[in-house]
């Protein structure tokens, strides 16, 4: 079966620090990674996904298909990113599958 | 550009009483699905739309009811609410696989926040 797990609830950082949320993943396959950010009560929007190799508001993430991880990374956090994330997996025919999520919190 | 939009975004409701939550998005998708969110528990799966008049259940589908009779609504109904299904609700929707990829981003709605007396 599927499964995402983000280990940490709660991740805080004082700013400027570099920043690393963790994700995993179970899947036989090869799966579409994602990471989605949700601000204090708003939507869900798509931080980034590991085909398209991309840095948003300089965040990265890179797949490891070995140690099956998919974990964000920002080398200075602002206090702008904190916020809740989900690492979410798609495989081919399935549903996403949203991990628990985890609480960044930027101290000034 | 809408994009998803979810009504209403508050809701208090009576144990016992039932309500529907509206869903409906203007980019064509074809799939749509509904989560509830929960503290610590992320967003878990309701049920889920591939298309016009094809529904299925996800994870957590009890007490929930959908229907698909156009490309661009997909509602929620909650039957008989109970306070076990206090929590906030987010509709999304995606278009199916492109070509080389394996799923499309999902586009998610404000999320409707529910409480259950």
């Known amino acids: 079966a599927q499964r995402v797990t983000q280990p940490e609830k709660l991740l805080s950082v004082f700013k400027g620090a570099p920043v690393e949320l963790k994700c995993n993943y179970s899947?036989?396959?090869?799966?579409?990674l994602f990471w989605y950010v949700q601000y204090s009560r708003q939507r869900l929007q798509l931080l980034l996904r590991?085909?398209s190799r991309e840095s948003i508001k300089g965040f990265t993430a890179d797949l490891n298909k070995g140690e099956t991880s998919f974990h964000l990374k920002k080398p200075f956090a602002q206090e702008e990113d904190s916020a809740m994330y989900y690492c979410?997996?798609?495989?081919?025919?399935?549903?996403?599958?949203f991990g628990p999520g985890t609480r960044l919190s930027v101290l000034p | 550009n809408a994009g998803v939009t979810q009504t209403p975004k508050f809701q208090v409701l009576k144990t016992g009483q039932s309500m529907t939550l509206q869903c409906a998005q203007d980019?064509?998708?074809?799939?749509m699905s509904w989560y509830r969110q929960d503290p610590g528990m992320g967003l878990r799966l309701i049920h889920y739309?591939?298309?016009?008049?094809?529904?299925d259940q996800g994870e957590v589908p009890n007490g929930y009811n959908v229907s698909r009779s156009t490309t661009e609504d997909f509602p929620l109904r909650l039957l008989s609410a109970a306070p076990s299904q206090t929590s906030v609700y987010f509709c999304?929707?995606?278009?199916?696989?492109?070509?080389?990829?394996?799923?499309?981003?999902?586009?998610f709605g404000d999320g409707t926040r529910l409480s259950i007396l």
């Open positions: 980019m064509n998708h074809e799939y």
């Open positions: 999304a929707s995606s278009n199916p696989p492109g070509q080389g990829t394996l799923g499309q981003p999902q586009h």
């Open positions: 590991h085909i």
């Open positions: 739309s591939v298309g016009a008049g094809i529904t």
């Open positions: 979410a997996l798609k495989s081919y025919g399935q549903n996403f599958v």
């Open positions: 899947y036989s396959g090869s799966p579409e």
